[in-house]
């Protein structure tokens, strides 16, 4: 698993596409020429990062797993878990929402 991980944020910092079973990273350019890069786990969208505005949002897209929380925690989100209940930075998170990284 390390190693797709690897791979996974060197394509995220490269900003290039790459997919390896259920998780997928996709690099667009919106109207402006601004970039976007996704992150997919099982076609959940999961990680987005957008250029023209430097923001980076996260959500557990409702599956509060190990292999989630596994991915985002190797893109730099400390999502964790306590009493079956998912944490990001000491904080309880719902696994539906969409949070903003600080």
């Known amino acids: 698993m390390r190693k797709i991980k690897e791979a996974m944020c060197a394509a995220v910092k490269e900003r290039r596409y790459w997919k390896s ?9 919106d ?9 997919r786990l099982h076609g959940n969208l999961i ?17 509060n797993t190990n292999t989630t929380r596994s991915r985002l925690n190797a893109l730099g989100v400390h999502v964790t878990q306590r009493n079956w209940l998912p944490y990001y930075n000491g904080h309880e998170i719902c696994s539906n929402a969409w949070y903003v990284v600080n």
Do not use: P, Q, S
Not at 21 to 29: D, F, L, Q
Not at 47 to 63: H, P, S, Y
């Open 21 to 29: 079973g259920n998780i997928e990273v996709n690099v667009r350019k």
């Open 31 to 39: 109207a402006y020429g601004f970039e976007h890069v996704e992150v």
């Open 47 to 63: 990680w987005k990062w957008n250029e023209a505005e430097d923001m980076t949002e996260f959500t557990l897209a409702g599956w």
